[in-house]
């Protein structure tokens, strides 16, 4: 009879910030007790959250520090087109213009 063991999930570290200003010992620890509940950690006292508490405090440290956007605050990133001229030495004939279809130092359209 095969017998297989396995690992125990819980507890599990999900998180260390150390050198935090404030406390005893300036660190903190961000450890899953199981799969309801995530508990943070002082170097001398610790609070145990459930999944609503939890949720709770994302979403309070999210408007505090505007992290949390709604699809009208995102802003559409658009790339634009970079031209890079080489300028070739006098004599090799024709101007800059004739060269790269247009006058040097004439900017292009920018995107909308």
């Given at each position: 009879m095969n017998h297989e063991r396995r690992a125990q999930a819980f507890p599990k570290t999900?998180?260390?910030f150390g050198g935090l200003a404030g406390g005893t010992y300036?660190?903190?620890?961000v450890v899953a007790?199981?799969?309801e509940r995530v508990?943070?950690?002082?170097?001398?006292?610790?609070v145990q959250l459930d999944r609503a508490q939890a949720e709770a405090l994302r979403a309070a440290i999210d408007a505090f520090l505007g992290l949390s956007q709604s699809a009208e605050e995102v802003v559409v990133a658009v790339e634009r087109e970079v031209v890079v001229l080489v300028e070739e030495p006098s004599g090799e004939?024709?101007?800059d213009e004739h060269r790269?279809?247009?006058?040097h130092g004439r900017k292009r359209a920018e995107p909308r």
């Amino acid at each position: 009879m095969n017998h297989e063991r396995r690992a125990q999930a819980f507890p599990k570290t999900l998180e260390r910030f150390g050198g935090l200003a404030g406390g005893t010992y300036g660190w903190l620890d961000v450890v899953a007790r199981s799969r309801e509940r995530v508990e943070l950690q002082t170097g001398e006292d610790f609070v145990q959250l459930d999944r609503a508490q939890a949720e709770a405090l994302r979403a309070a440290i999210d408007a505090f520090l505007g992290l949390s956007q709604s699809a009208e605050e995102v802003v559409v990133a658009v790339e634009r087109e970079v031209v890079v001229l080489v300028e070739e030495p006098s004599g090799e004939g024709g101007t800059d213009e004739h060269r790269h279809g247009r006058a040097h130092g004439r900017k292009r359209a920018e995107p909308r």
